[in-house]
């Protein structure tokens, strides 16, 4: 029987303060630098130096104004503002590293498809087949408003354009240039056969699309894809298109229901369950001892700020908590934000201080604090108990939490044989399921494949 290896995502996003807050005023912090090339260089070449399958960078359109009615707190601690554009930082990271893969976010609602495909398409010939897309949808009011809409577009309704979207890139990704499409033959001049690229027609309720795919195939075609959204309507859509599914349970029991639900919904779109890799967010203090990872922890307490977790959560839900005491009860009415994220805050009837105990480190993710046999310990503990796959390592001090879990905690992870001691070779599709460069065929994607339609 073979060992299931761990996987890893560094979780991390182009500004300063991400998942656990208040961080960037530690001394040790670089996230200030977030703005320069070295800052993600260095961390892409950090990252394949510990064998991480990925590095997943987050990002939102809009920012965080819903808690106290203002962004106030948001831009005293930074909380995802200022924010940059991800797309660039995938070349240079690229370029200095052979094997680490690149989940991107970006949100298809403000995205043309037709341009988009081309910019993904480059990004996979440039990285020679490591990159994902993180699709979202977006759930924040203030971006709708910034972009020109009255409001936010209605949770599942969204969910339903996604769909249409993705049925039109995979028209263009899949099915515009067959195999064999590309000759580059000097002697005949002919670099691509007129025969073999076709234009794609698309007419539906959101889109209307005719033209050629711009790019010619990259190693992946497709990327790898991403998602993370754990509402009924968002795991069916995972179900149909995602590769990998990232989730953050507040505990196992939560998590243990979320991956059995998705499982058998992507069993029902018939695919086969292990065709999604899960991911779970998490947060690791680890220091050679006991007493040092709580001597840490408790270093990283004292920059922490609790009250920008719950500006963060305040968006991530659409409830203003500044308006709740500490111990009153809040209205936990219908939103048009993250539906799972609302959910789960109403059935533990969170209160304000409830929440800020939960980010006493700044963030929302499950602190695992101790010794590497410890951390090591408790990994496999989530993996064996709840069944997921692989972790998101929110970063805590940059580039400080990454560098102890790679000196610590791998080798460990390693020794255990749960950890591979080297990255095999190919795509990152390849790496991550060992199945080759492209979609499989039960992927509602490969059904858009020239040899796969109708004539």
């Given at each position: 029987m073979t060992t299931k290896h761990i996987l890893?995502?560094?979780?991390?996003?182009?500004?300063?303060?991400?998942?656990?807050?208040?961080?960037?005023?530690?001394?040790r912090d670089t996230s200030d630098q977030y703005h320069t090339l070295r800052y993600w260089t260095e961390l892409a070449?950090?990252?394949?130096?510990?064998?991480?399958?990925?590095?997943?960078?987050?990002?939102?359109?809009?920012?965080?104004?819903?808690?106290?009615?203002?962004?106030?707190?948001?831009?005293?601690?930074?909380?995802?503002?200022?924010?940059?554009?991800?797309?660039?930082?995938?070349?240079?990271?690229?370029?200095?590293?052979?094997?680490?893969?690149?989940?991107?976010?970006?949100?298809?609602?403000?995205?043309?498809?037709y341009l988009f495909a081309r910019t993904l398409s480059t990004l996979d010939h440039l990285s020679e087949g490591r990159v994902g897309w993180n699709i979202v949808t977006g759930y924040l009011d203030?971006?709708?408003?910034a972009m020109g809409l009255d409001e936010q577009i209605a949770h599942d309704e969204r969910y339903d354009r996604a769909d249409e979207y993705l049925e039109v890139l995979y028209k263009l990704w899949e099915g515009s240039w067959e195999d064999g499409a590309v000759r580059r033959d000097r002697q005949a001049r002919v670099y691509a056969d007129p025969s073999k690229v076709h234009k794609i027609r698309h007419?539906?309720?959101?889109?209307?699309?005719?033209?050629?795919?711009?790019?010619e195939p990259s190693p992946q075609r497709t990327p790898v894809l991403y998602q993370a959204g754990s509402s009924g309507r968002g795991q069916r859509f995972a179900a149909r298109h995602a590769e990998c599914v990232f989730i953050s349970p507040p505990n196992k029991e939560v998590g243990r229901k979320i991956v059995r639900d998705l499982r058998e919904q992507i069993a029902q779109a018939g695919r086969h369950p292990d065709d999604v890799k899960i991911f779970m967010g998490a947060a690791v203090v680890v220091a050679p001892t006991q007493a040092e990872a709580r001597d840490k922890h408790a270093e990283y307490l004292g920059h922490a700020a609790p009250e920008a977790g719950l500006?963060?959560?305040?968006?991530?839900?659409?409830?203003?908590?500044?308006?709740?005491?500490?111990?009153?009860?809040?209205?936990?009415?219908?939103?048009?934000?993250?539906?799972?994220?609302t959910r789960v805050a109403r059935e533990h009837n969170w209160t304000r201080r409830d929440l800020l105990a939960q980010f006493s480190l700044g963030g929302r993710y499950p602190a695992i604090v101790g010794d590497p046999a410890t951390v090591a310990d408790a990994l496999q503990d989530w993996v064996r108990d709840t069944g997921v796959d692989g972790f998101n390592l929110s970063r805590i001090v940059t580039p400080e939490s990454y560098a102890d879990f790679i000196d610590l905690v791998v080798p460990v992870l390693q020794d255990r044989g749960v950890y591979k001691t080297a990255y095999e070779a190919g795509t990152l599709r390849q790496k991550l399921f060992g199945q080759g460069d492209r979609l499989p065929a039960r992927h509602e994607g490969a059904h858009h494949r020239p040899l796969a339609r109708p004539a």
């Open positions: 890893l995502n560094a979780f991390n996003m182009n500004c300063v303060g991400h998942i656990n807050h208040g961080h960037w005023t530690h001394p070449q950090l990252l394949e130096r510990g064998l991480f399958d990925g590095l997943f960078i987050a990002d939102i359109v809009g920012v965080y104004d819903v808690y106290q009615g203002g962004v106030d707190v948001t831009l005293r601690e930074s909380v995802q503002l200022p924010v940059n554009d991800p797309v660039p930082l995938v070349s240079a990271m690229a370029a200095v590293t052979r094997h680490l893969g690149f989940g991107l976010t970006a949100n298809l609602t403000y995205q043309a498809p203030s971006a709708a408003r007419a539906g309720r959101h889109y209307r699309v005719e033209g050629y795919h711009l790019s500006a963060h959560f305040s968006a991530s839900t659409g409830i203003d908590y500044g308006r709740y005491g500490l111990d009153d009860p809040v209205g936990y009415g219908p939103t048009n934000a993250i539906e799972s994220a």
